[in-house]
């Protein structure tokens, strides 16, 4: 169990600069996401942690060893960090206890505990049934348990993960998160998983790491992020958000969905810019007893809430698109109330 930093990470292909300065920061036993849109350098940055991929500049630590830093490129093999790829990632000849076993020593005392780090490995991630089985006897689901045994198996201090659940149907990536999540804490490794899906990463890490074009704009706790995001693209990237232009007067913004408060100190008054709400900040009232009111355009239903799309009108008197969810009945009507609640982001306009 080792804490993961990364300082001032640089890489270009040819010319192309894709990792530009990043900075991750991972508790020892810690999971963390990084979340960022396709092509922003996530999976490089995996390579470059795991050893696959040198550095230009920058430093890569795993507890107080440098792996990655100038002069410095541990191999692959010996930075005791293991790696679960995005999916059809196993030897497809070799035995699912084969795979498992692959990275374990071969010879001498390691030897003898192999077949009992395996099959306590297998029992760990729900598959002691199934060693004998060939790869492709196995679900999507079952070979990518297999990945995570095979990483972790040789007992790695830190565990990456590339978009592991990316090819899982929506029910079966919900079960495995789970387990993957509980098999990184009973071995204690470090974990960093890659993904783009923002509820994957709020949903199962400790610290979410937000990319874009090739460094970490923001490292928070998931709440700390989804609440209190560091910029209005990191706002609308984390989560459904409804963006209203605002200017701030008396420390309070004033908006097309009323005069409210501010979730971060007082900002200068006769500031304008944008407010970002959570759609579920958002309470909808009959009209005509109390709230703004605001047109219905239409709902969509998703059996564990449905989400209403309103109309305000702006400042200018244009129609400002609103974004409410409800566990209510859906408005039948065109007109209702909405009411916030909490506080809101302010972004100044730059
Ligand atoms: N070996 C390489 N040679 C040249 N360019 C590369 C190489 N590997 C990655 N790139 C480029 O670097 C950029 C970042 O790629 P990377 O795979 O790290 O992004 P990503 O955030 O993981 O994307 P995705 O979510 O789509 O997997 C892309 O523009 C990609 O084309």
Known sequence: MKRLQVRGLRKSFGT??????????????????????????????????AGFEGADAGEVRVGSRVVTGPGVAVPPERRRVGIVPQEGALFPHLSVAENVAFGLPRRGAGARRRSARVAELLELVGLADLAARMPAELSGGQQQRVALARALAPDPDVVLLDEPFSALDAGLRAALREDVR???????????????????????????????????????????????????????????????????????????LGRLALLRGPVGDGGTGRVVLRPEQLHLVRAGRGGVRATVIGSTFYGHDASVRLEVPGPDGERLPVLCRTQGPLPEVDEVGVIVAGPVSFFADA
């Not at 990043?22 to 470059?48: E, H, I, Q």
């Not at 490292?219 to 209005?232: G, H």
């Open 16 to 49: 192309t600069p894709v990792l530009r300065g990043v900075d991750l920061d991972v508790p020892s036993g810690a999971l963390a996401a990084v979340l960022g849109p396709s092509g922003c350098g996530k999976t490089t940055l995996l390579r470059v942690v």
């Open 182 to 256: 509980a098999a990184l804490q009973a071995t204690g490794a470090t974990g960093v998983l890659v993904t783009h899906d923002q509820e994957e990463a709020l949903s199962m890490a400790d610290v979410v790491a937000v990319m874009r074009a090739g460094v970490v704009v923001q490292q928070a706790a998931p709440r700390d992020l989804y609440l209190a995001p560091a910029d209005l693209d990191v706002a609308t990237f984390v989560g459904e958000a409804v963006v209203l232009p605002a200017r701030v007067e008396e420390g309070v913004a004033t908006t097309a």
